[in-house]
């Protein structure tokens, strides 16, 4: 799996991660850089058809591009197998949820991947909206 790395730091406040699409695999990463300038980031997987053996799992890591190369658990999202919207919230301060919620600050740079766990297709799309 490759990174697909997007520069955030024009001052774009929304961006979309992955387009309304059917998948049955594990898409590429992907990499947004200068969330660090914003308070808060959230996350919108809209599941839009599922299989009944369709399985997706959304998780936000930072990245440590200073020093290690290392990537960190920020929030994984719970498994993901109906058409619904789920929303992903970070931001230092609020009520920490499980799959849900996580009081952090942001890092410089976030990954955020799609794990596919089934073997069938879900059709979702995946956006980001940053808080100031």
């Avoid at 490759?2 to 594990?26: H, M, Q, Y």
């Avoid at 660090?36 to 809209?46: E, F, M, P």
């Avoid at 919620?101 to 059709?123: F, M, Q, W, Y």
């Amino acid at each position: 799996m490759a990174n697909v790395i997007t520069d955030l730091r024009s001052g774009t406040r929304s961006f979309v991660v992955l387009p309304s699409e059917a998948r049955t695999a594990s898409p590429d990463t992907m990499e947004f850089e200068g969330l660090g300038r914003a308070s808060g980031l959230v996350v919108v997987v809209d599941v839009t058809a599922a299989d009944l053996t369709a399985d997706i799992i959304v998780k936000l890591q930072g990245v440590d591009r200073v020093a290690s190369g290392k990537t960190w658990d920020i929030l994984t999202s719970a498994s993901l197998t109906a058409a619904g919207t789920t929303v992903l919230r970070v931001r230092p301060g609020i009520t920490g949820t499980a799959n849900v919620a996580a009081s952090e600050p942001l890092p410089s740079v976030v990954r955020i991947s799609v794990t596919h766990a089934g073997s069938g297709s879900i059709t979702y799309s995946v956006s980001g909206h940053l808080a100031f």
